[in-house]
């Protein structure tokens, strides 16, 4: 029966396939879990949601400990471009937000939102849209509330898949139903049994792309799901929807986009171009459907199906809420048998072993598999590689994994790069294939962050040293500008010293007067204008020596040189020498900066006039303040 | 706590790979002692034991785990194949110290299984060849044309003690191979067609040895069935040395011999399912075993027509050996998404 299907459903996909280089076809392992329907679970006693669910920002809580939440309300809003919404799945009280672990190779906790639900299980209104009808654009907009991400695995964003705005230029759509990693069944039920709205999802991204074609690429070992999906296409008659489903041959990794779109297409998606530059988008047949949940019901992504499959009594399929804490659906899928050791989450290619039982279901999580040793046995210890090329052969991306390999574990990163490291898609079909069991893939992850480290690192260092630079030339303009400043000053003193000469003998006398006229001049102020204006130059005079003092002191404190000299070139010291061997020969360079009758022509008048420019501010600021104060009253 | 996927693994272990090519060599030894007498079997021990200690003695002198590394059967399948190229009724201790030079300097001084640039077992032969040259050609008659047969116990005895029967020529039992007899026949102005007419010579190639190597080809595309080799390699080596060996006969058949004899001769066929096919110490890429192939059938040829020795193999895949990074470095494919 089997076998009829198969064939059947092979000839009616007569298209071409245009096959990758390489792939594996380990033992598929899929049987198991498709025996039973879809099952549905009970609430759990808590959910627990981690923020970081998807590829992008961290959403931002919108939610406050000890407040009711209904089921589908948001409770965080996605921030930035690329993120994702965060729906309560159930009705409750949130209990707490703060971190657990979750599922995450790193094993790292995380924030988290735990939502006691109150059972009830009470949607909030929900606001189904008119997708036909709607402008594309206020679609688009309002998916970025639907929290919908690829549930293939990948949890991007969906709203920034289909940010088109009616101008994708995407002319082809492909719908990744590939399932090719062991295990995993979920899209393969989801299809048998949801078709219809598979399709209907379909048809909202096609249109929401405006995407001429529609392609559905199945692998052939899911002919129940090709027939389904083929009867769904033919029934729900779509104006201006062409769609046909290609049953592809099954060799992992098809499921990978860009092998698919090669399988189907025959197109090669360039490596720096993204499939939309193309004319090409892929999306994963669950996430269609929940892009027909969102639009048709105004459901937003709360669940999924997972495959709960491995070493437990009855491995089936779950549509699970996000946040149902793993031994939840363990316990649903009859308990795990006695020798289970772990979980991994996704397939036993790509998935990696969860950090803890107690970690919550997920966006990303399609299939949890319970491990035992003698289901997942432990390999042997690596051998040196013996340059088979049994990789090589293996590599979908037609890598050399074994010059990758030579290159990670030398540290050669540079001729890792070379041999284009960051193409390999870290399918695992080179460690599957290794007679030397040598973990390849871990080496290709540690050459890739060690690069991403060093330019991230080079990055920091450039900017840097852009910033370095900047300051050594800031520096160097100050200095000259204190250089400058510090000529004029000496010329200044020079003219001054000559005049000094010439009025040397009345110097005591002057300075008597002076003093004199520093003590009376806040009686005299007010009598006439050319007190004010003597008073003024005496008083900037005096402070004028004053700092001058200060600042000499502090040098000799110091006993340095005055700091702004320090780093001048060797022409400004030199100058500067020769400044001073001239007020040294005048004798008077001692004198010159506290002498007040050296700088009493030039400064004074500045001084006076500079303290009549501030007066003058002064009383505009006043004038200005009084009438903007106004101004807000009115 | 890191990723370790993939946690499933399809693979042959190396042991396994090289046990695989063992069972290929077993027709031809069949052969080989049908058509020369059970010699090499003795030949074939001697190495093996030879090249199990040393491997054991390097293995321990570098630190390294002793068992996972013992039964990898690379040393083995080092001491077949180079048993099988040199004379069965040599003195035991030339397979020894050929085994000895194989294991211990061609493959642990460099590193050890898949550090070794260079065909450890050519190594060795290359070795014994530039020493020993008188020995190295003392190949047996097939038994159907030797004038006595020696049975295996003479054999035996031959190996180990140098003695012969009473009454037995060593030149009664040794005959020079068909490479070296048309080599040295074509100097003395005799042509191809007079000297195949020699009674050593066959159909194909030499009497006897064309069933060896018949037998060789049949181990050969079991390993090729098995996925263990890939049809470049073998391909490239006889299409080479048949077209130029072709494009030299049809040009002059008088003074070349036919494509047919160059194929079934010598080491042709061991060498291009057997001897080229080592992994560690030729190329990874496609096209790269396309070129490393032609190579050495290109080189084995010219050492056979123009060189000093009857035979080229050896050297042949040791020079090509030496070009593995520079063919690799300029044959890597495209790959996927990117246009060169």
Redo the contacts between chains.
């Keep these: 029966m089997n076998a009829l299907v198969n064939l059947t459903s092979l000839l009616k996909s007569a298209k071409e396939i245009f096959p990758?280089?390489g792939g594996?076809h380990?033992?598929e392992n899929k049987a198991q879990s498709t025996q039973l329907p879809i099952g549905q679970l009970s609430l759990p006693e808590k959910l627990v949601l981690p923020l970081r669910q998807h590829v992008g920002n961290i959403p931002k809580v919108k939610v406050s400990i000890g407040e009711h939440v209904l089921k589908g309300q948001l409770i965080a809003e996605a921030e930035g471009a690329v993120s994702a919404a965060i729906h309560a799945p159930t009705s409750g009280t949130i209990f707490s937000i703060a971190d657990a672990t979750i599922p995450h190779?790193?094993?790292l906790p995380d924030r988290c939102i735990t939502l006691i639900p109150d059972g009830k299980d009470t949607w909030i209104d929900k606001k189904p849209q008119n997708w036909r009808t709607g402008d594309r654009k206020n679609l688009v907009a309002s998916l970025r509330l639907s929290g919908i991400v690829g549930l293939g695995g990948a949890t991007f964003p969906t709203h920034i898949k289909l940010r088109a705005d009616g101008k994708s230029g995407v002319h082809t759509l492909i719908i990744n139903a590939a399932e090719c990693e062991?295990y995993i069944t979920c899209d393969d039920r989801l299809m048998r049994e949801r078709a219809d709205e598979i399709v209907q999802g379909i048809a909202i991204a096609q249109f929401m792309l405006g995407a001429e074609r529609v392609i559905i690429g199945i692998e052939d070992n899911k002919p129940e799901a090709a027939k389904a999906m083929e009867a769904a296409v033919n029934k729900v008659a779509i104006a201006n929807t062409k769609m046909e489903v290609v049953v592809v041959p099954t060799l992992y990794p098809s499921g990978d986009a860009?092998r698919l779109v090669?399988l189907v297409l025959g197109t090669?998606?360039?490596?720096?171009k993204r499939s939309t530059e193309v004319g090409l988008q892929v999306f994963n047949v669950a996430t269609v459907l929940a892009l027909y949940r969102y639009f048709e019901f105004g459901e937003p992504s709360i669940s999924r199906i997972v495959s709960m499959t491995g070493n437990v009594q009855q491995p089936q399929n779950f549509e699970v809420l996000f946040g149902t804490p793993l031994p939840h659906l363990v316990t649903a899928a009859g308990g795990a048998k006695a020798d289970t050791s772990h979980y991994?989450m996704?397939g036993?290619?790509?998935?990696?072993?969860l950090?803890d039982e107690n970690v919550p279901i997920t966006k990303a999580a399609n299939c949890i598999i319970a491990?035992s040793p003698n289901l997942?046995a432990p390999?042997?210890?690596a051998?040196?590689?013996?340059?088979?090329?049994?990789c090589?052969?293996a590599c979908?991306?037609?890598?050399?994994p074994?010059?990758l390999y030579w290159f990670a574990k030398a540290d050669n990163f540079e001729k890792a790069n070379d041999?284009?490291l960051f193409?390999c898609i870290e399918c695992?079909a080179c460690?599957?294939?290794?007679?030397?069991?040598i973990?390849l893939?871990?080496y290709y992850?540690y050459a890739k962050s060690e690069i991403i480290a060093a330019d991230k690192a080079k990055e920091a260092a450039d900017l840097a040293r852009e910033r370095n630079d900047f300051r050594l030339a800031r520096i160097e303009r100050e200095k000259l500008e204190r250089a400058q400043k510090h000529a004029e000053r000496a010329e200044a003193g020079k003219a001054a010293a000559a005049k000094l000469a010439a009025e040397k003998a009345a110097n005591g006398a002057i300075k008597d007067a002076l003093e004199t006229n520093i003590h009376a001049a806040p009686g005299d102020a007010k009598d006439n204008e050319a007190d004010v204006q003597k008073a003024a130059k005496q008083a900037a005079i005096a402070a004028a020596i004053e700092r001058a003092k200060a600042a000499k002191a502090a040098a000799v404190a110091s006993g340095d040189a005055p700091k702004n000299v320090v780093n001048a070139d060797a022409s400004v010291k030199k100058e500067i020498a020769e400044i001073d061997a001239r007020r040294d020969a005048v004798g008077l360079s001692e004198k010159l900066a506290v002498d007040p009758v050296a700088v009493e022509d030039k400064q004074a008048k500045i001084a006076a006039a500079i303290a009549k420019a501030k007066a003058a501010k002064a009383a505009a600021d006043a004038v200005k303040l009084i009438e903007n104060a106004s101004e807000n009253k009115e | 706590?890191?990723?370790?996927?993939?946690?499933?693994?399809?693979?042959?272990?190396?042991g396994?790979?090289m046990l695989k090519v063992l069972l290929a060599l077993v027709p031809g030894i069949i052969a080989y002692v049908w058509m020369f007498g059970g010699g090499i079997l003795v030949t074939l021990l001697l190495a093996t034991v030879t090249a199990l200690l040393a491997e054991a003695v390097m293995l321990k002198i570098r630190n390294r785990p002793i068992q996972?590394?013992l039964t990898?059967y690379?040393a083995v399948t080092t001491a077949w194949l180079l048993a099988l190229a040199i004379p069965p009724l040599s003195p035991w201790w030339l397979i020894v110290v050929g085994t000895l030079f194989a294991i211990v300097i061609a493959k642990h001084l460099y590193g050890?299984?898949?550090?070794n640039p260079f065909n450890p077992a050519m190594i060795g032969y290359a070795v014994l060849l530039i020493s020993f040259p008188a020995l190295m050609t003392k190949w047996p008659a097939a038994l159907q044309l030797a004038q006595t047969k020696l049975g295996f116990i003479d054999q035996l005895q031959f190996i180990f003690s140098g003695a012969l029967p009473p009454q037995i020529m060593l030149d009664a039992v040794t005959s020079a191979t068909p490479l070296d007899y048309l080599k040295t026949q074509l100097t003395l102005n005799h042509d191809v067609a007079g000297i195949s007419q020699a009674p050593i010579f066959g159909t194909l190639g030499g009497k006897g040895g064309e069933y060896v190597a018949g037998a060789y080809l049949l181990g050969g595309l079991y390993l090729w069935q098995q996925k263990i080799i890939?049809w470049h390699l073998p391909t490239a080596f006889l299409a080479a040395l048949a077209v130029i060996s072709g494009v030299f006969w049809l040009a002059d058949s008088a003074h070349y011999a036919s494509p047919a004899f160059h194929l079934f001769s010598g080491a042709s066929i061991l060498c291009a399912f057997f001897i080229i096919t080592d992994?560690?110490s030729?190329p990874?890429?496609p096209k790269g075993k396309l070129w490393f192939a032609a190579g050495v059938a290109v080189i084995t040829y010219l050492i056979r027509v123009y060189g000093g020795y009857p035979d080229g193999v050896a050297f042949a895949v040791i020079f090509m050996n030496i070009c593995v990074p520079l063919i690799?470095a300029h044959t890597?494919?495209?790959?996927?998404?990117?246009?060169k």
């Design positions: 990758f280089h594996v380990p033992p190779p790193s094993g062991p860009r090669h090669e998606i360039p490596h720096d991994i996704g036993p290619m790509m998935g990696f072993a950090p491990a997942f390999p042997p210890p051998m040196p590689c013996i340059r088979c090329a049994r090589a052969d979908p991306v037609n890598l050399q074994q010059e041999y284009k193409d695992g460690s599957y294939v290794c007679p030397s069991n973990p893939v871990q992850r | 706590m890191m990723n370790r996927s993939p946690y499933i693994s399809d693979a042959p272990s190396v396994a790979i996972p590394f990898d690379s050890g299984l898949g550090y890939t992994p560690v030729g990874t890429t690799d890597q494919p495209r790959v996927f998404g990117h246009s």
